[in-house]
């Protein structure tokens, strides 16, 4: 299971949690950007899996309820903003 605010940068799980821990000063605060900013799964409906890890979840993007987008689980419902707080159960 994956965690990241936004959006995985990478095309494989490992590749992205590899690039955080190796990455040099500049590249890790652009990567930090889009991993908090980042819209651009959502905003293009991408549908492909990352092969490597069972299930990403993210939030950032507000969708009106829990939405799957290939194996990356939205669940950002605006509670922030009056709406209702989705909770997962990570098993």
């Known amino acids: 299971?994956?965690?990241v605010h936004a959006e995985c940068t990478e095309f494989f799980w490992q590749?992205?949690?590899v690039r955080l821990k190796t990455s040099n000063n500049d590249d890790l605060e652009h990567l930090k950007n889009e991993c908090l900013w980042s819209r651009k799964r959502i905003k293009y409906q991408v549908q492909t899996l990352y092969p490597d890890v069972h299930k990403v979840v993210v939030g950032h993007s507000i969708v009106t309820?829990?939405?799957l987008l290939g194996?990356?689980?939205y669940?950002?419902?605006g509670a922030a903003y009056g709406r209702y707080l989705t909770?997962?159960?990570l098993v």
């Open 1 to 3: 299971m994956g965690i």
């Open 15 to 17: 590749d992205f949690v």
């Open 65 to 67: 309820e829990a939405r």
């Open 71 to 73: 194996n990356v689980q």
């Open 75 to 77: 669940i950002d419902t």
């Open 87 to 89: 909770v997962m159960e």
